[in-house]
């Protein structure tokens, strides 16, 4: 089923962001098994895939675009700092303005369209009644730069990567909706540096395998991987910039409320070579469900429950679960036949 916007709802204050059953049914819900452990889980994102579902398109568009459109407008407003690109950055945020306009008039052609005509290109986006004409390649012509103008159009946090001495360099993005993590803080990064707090997985030599991987990716042969927390509320902007907004929280799971409260989150994570830059393209798409409507699915509930109660105590320290980890697991037993 294709997913309309609806009308914007909040992910800070009265916090009324909301899933459809539409978009339950959808959730890409990211345990293959009972236990969860870090690995190399990287795959084609061959498209189009399952008709509806979030691997449909390169990009997906649902019913929270409008919503995440307006929090990302507010996160920029409040911290500029959110939208980064060097300067040797800007071939590649113009083949991400290439990347996104075509795919997105391709795949969702009600919402948005692209007329080229050499370099005099025309986008409109009818979501948010956007219409502009510009030359392709000269950012003057542009009301915004060029990442920027494109990421307030898109769902999702992007980053472009640099590629040189066989490394990835973080060298340019727009993250308004990371989980626990600082674009202006990993800037310049190289793969291993930005992943440096990441607990057990740079012993298991999953960053090295990873980043072979990675370097050698294809133009037009993009992959994906899904990776998650737990996050207090429907709170899109977890960033340790805002951190004296949410780090309190954590402290207000209780028993009664963990259903209503606690949210899988789930990054569908996607990796896109870049034709004129050879930058990676990384867009980061967040979804979000409460438990209470994750245990609306049987296998979703018992399976949420096993992952957490055998979650290795440096993730659960990682992932900043050890106020709550033990009332969710406790709530969720309750699904278990097992338990
Ligand atoms: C975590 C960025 C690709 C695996 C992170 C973090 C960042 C990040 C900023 C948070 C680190 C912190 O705590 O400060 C990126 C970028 C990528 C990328 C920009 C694009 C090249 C990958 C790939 C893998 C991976 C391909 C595959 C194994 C992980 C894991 C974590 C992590 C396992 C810990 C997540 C958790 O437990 O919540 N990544 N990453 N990353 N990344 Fe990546």
New binding site residues.
């Given amino acids: 089923m294709r997913m309309s916007p609806k009308p914007v709802q909040t992910f800070r204050d009265d916090f009324t962001y909301s899933n459809s059953p539409g978009a339950v049914a959808r959730f890409p819900f990211p345990f293959p098994e009972d236990e969860y452990r870090?690995?190399?889980?990287?795959e084609p994102h061959v498209t189009p895939g399952p008709e509806g579902s979030v691997f449909e398109f390169l990009l997906d568009i649902d019913e929270h675009y409008l919503s995440e459109m307006a929090e990302r407008a507010t996160v920029l407003e409040e911290n500029p700092k959110r939208c980064l690109a060097m300067p040797h950055m800007d071939l590649a945020c113009w083949d991400m303005i290439e990347r996104c306009m075509t795919s997105l008039a391709a795949d969702y052609p009600e919402h948005f369209s692209l007329q080229v005509d050499g370099d005099q290109w025309t986008w409109e986006n009818r979501l948010l009644n956007i219409k502009d004409s510009f030359t392709f390649g000269d950012s003057s012509t542009l009301p915004l730069p060029p990442m920027e103008y494109m990421g307030r159009q898109v769902q999702g946090d992007f980053?472009l990567?640099d590629q040189r001495d066989g490394d990835?360099f973080?060298d340019a993005g727009i993250v308004t909706c990371?989980?626990?993590?600082s674009l202006a803080f990993?800037a310049g990064m190289s793969?291993s540096e930005?992943?440096?707090?990441?607990p057990l997985?740079h012993e298991m030599g999953?960053?090295d395998r990873?980043l072979k991987?990675?370097t050698a990716i294809p133009v037009g042969r993009p992959v994906r991987?899904l990776?998650?927390?737990l996050t207090v509320n429907a709170r899109m902007d977890t960033s340790p910039e805002t951190y004296p907004n949410w780090g309190t929280d954590r402290a207000s799971v209780t028993a009664d409320n963990v259903g209503e409260k606690v949210h899988l989150r789930v990054e569908l994570?996607v990796?896109d070579r870049m034709p004129r830059s050879n930058a990676?393209m990384?867009s980061i798409r967040t979804f979000l469900i409460s438990f209470d409507d994750l245990v609306t699915n049987p296998d979703w509930a018992r399976r949420m429950h096993r992952v957490l109660k055998t979650l290795p105590p440096e993730?659960i320290e990682?992932?900043g679960l050890g106020r709550y980890h033990d009332l969710a697991v406790e709530w969720l037993s309750r699904f278990d036949p097992a338990n």
Avoid: C, E, M
């Fill in positions: 870090y690995s190399v889980n990287i980053a990567l990835l973080l990371p989980a626990d993590w990993d793969f930005w992943h440096g707090p990441v997985a999953v960053f990873a991987y990675l991987r990776n998650w927390t994570q990796l990676l990384f993730l990682y992932k």
